[in-house]
């Protein structure tokens, strides 16, 4: 199971978790039973969190997460199981929309980058002629056709 997979089912295990909770404490089934529902639903997040937070801290990366796995603890310690899965749906949806984010970020740079011109029309008083890209060297005129991409960065020097 990669990470992704991983973050995602911790999300669904805490928000069924929150609404099983909560359907037990509405339907009067008593508040230690829906602790308890809540209890379980945090626990796999904040074990999650802890083994991410060991393993960063043991390659030398420290982060913001530590928050989120104390507010989670002290909740539970504190007999605060609602609290605590709430927030472990905040952490967890967190962590979904930074894989989200993360996924449309590269495809975008995948697609820009898919786009980018190949060759380049080098022009001289011999004619113009097409050229690779990386052969393109300081000084070139380069002609840019109607409906193509610049190739380089350049100065504009006809219109």
Same mark, same amino acid.
């Given at each position: 199971m990669n990470e992704s997979t991983l973050r995602r089912a911790l999300l669904v295990i805490?928000?069924?978790g929150l609404a099983l909770g909560v359907g037990v404490w509405r339907a009067e089934f008593g508040s230690l039973v829906a602790d308890t529902i809540?209890?379980?639903?945090?626990l796999p997040v904040v074990v999650a969190l802890a083994i991410s937070i060991l393993r960063d801290f043991w390659i030398g990366r420290f982060g913001v997460d530590a928050i989120a796995l104390v507010s989670m603890s002290a909740a539970l310690l504190l007999g605060q199981s609602l609290a605590a899965v709430v927030v472990a749906i905040m952490y967890a949806g967190g962590t979904? @929309?930074?894989d989200f984010a993360r996924g449309r970020a590269e495809?975008?740079?995948k697609a820009l980058t898919d786009r980018s011109p190949r060759v380049a029309h080098r022009t001289?008083?011999?004619g113009t002629e097409t050229i690779c890209v990386e052969d393109v060297a300081v000084g070139d005129e380069l002609l840019v056709r109607a409906g193509?991409?610049?190739p380089v960065d350049?100065? @504009?020097l006809d219109a």
């Open positions: 805490a928000i069924l809540w209890t379980i639903a945090t979904v @929309l930074e495809r975008n740079l001289s008083t011999l193509e991409l610049l350049g100065i @504009l």
